[in-house]
Each structure stands twice: as structure tokens, then as C-alpha cells.
């Protein structure tokens, strides 16, 4: 007997809710020597089956160390839309050093957005995570995968 969408469907929406709640509580986890990274970021981005986005940001750190940061993803997958997120703002998880922010994170992403829209994702490399937030406007649909990029800005 094959499963009816009716079956399926609660299931898959079970299966995205636990991922998401272990990203939450990976993304929240403090260890000995961690610091707490924010980062206040702006971003702009547009995508037809290929998805890029570019931006700036402060990264501030309760030790007192700043940094300027440039912000790169691009990504692949069935997407549309041209979008603007202002005053986003990111939590860093597993971070010894503000250098550490620095990297690739890997990202996977599905979004809808009419006018205005809510950003959320988690991004992660090695043992640094990444939780980001933010509001804006724009058309955006699809999902894609890929690679956010951060940087020491100029």
C-alpha cells in the first residue's frame, strides 16, 4: 500500500521541526573558554536558480573585541525573488576568538516572502555556528543550498 500526502506530510513536518529544534539548541550551547559573539549585519541579495547575496557587518564580542565583516552567500537550488534584510542581527556559538567568525559556513535554506519578510537560518563550519535573524522586504521562493562567506572588511 503506498503512503497517501495526507500520511507523509506530518511526518516530514515532524521530521523538519526536530531538525530545527537541534540546530536551536546546538546554536545555543556555551562550553568553558567560549565567548558570546553578536553580529549586526545588512544584506541584499537576488536569485534565478542561482542565489547571491552580499552585505556588511559588526561582529561584537563580550570580551571586547569588534570587527568590521564583509558577507557573502551564494547558493544553488529552485529559487526566485530580490530581497533586502536591515538591521539582521546573528549569534555566534563555539567561538574561542573573534577570529574564528572569519570563514565558510555551510547553509541550506527555504524561503517565501511578499513585500515584507522574516529571515532565519542556521549556518554552520567545524564547531562555530551561526543562528541569524532578520527582517525586510522583498519577493523571494524556492530552496537552495550552498555557502555564506565572512570576511574582514577594510
Given at each position: ?130 543562528a541569524l535573524a ?21
Amino acid at each position: 500500500m503506498k503512503p497517501s500526502i495526507v500520511s507523509v506530510r506530518p511526518a516530514l513536518l515532524a521530521g523538519v521541526l526536530a531538525m530545527a529544534a537541534c540546530g536551536f539548541a546546538a546554536a545555543s550551547n556555551r562550553y568553558v573558554g567560549d565567548i558570546n559573539c553578536k553580529m549586526d549585519y545588512s544584506i541584499t541579495g537576488w536569485s534565478a536558480i542561482y542565489k547571491h547575496s552580499s552585505g556588511t557587518g559588526t561582529v561584537h564580542c563580550d570580551n571586547g573585541q569588534t570587527m568590521r565583516v564583509k558577507i557573502k552567500a551564494k547558493g544553488v537550488g529552485l529559487t526566485a525573488g530580490k530581497w533586502r534584510i536591515d538591521n539582521g542581527n546573528g549569534r555566534f556559538s563555539g567561538v574561542h576568538n573573534i577570529a574564528e567568525v572569519l570563514g565558510k559556513y555551510a547553509h541550506g535554506e527555504a524561503s517565501a516572502g511578499v513585500v515584507k519578510s522574516v529571515s532565519s537560518q542556521i549556518v554552520t563550519k567545524g564547531n562555530v555556528s551561526l543562528a541569524l535573524a532578520g527582517h525586510g522586504e522583498g519577493v523571494n521562493l524556492g530552496v537552495d543550498i550552498g555557502q555564506l562567506t565572512i570576511s574582514r572588511a577594510p
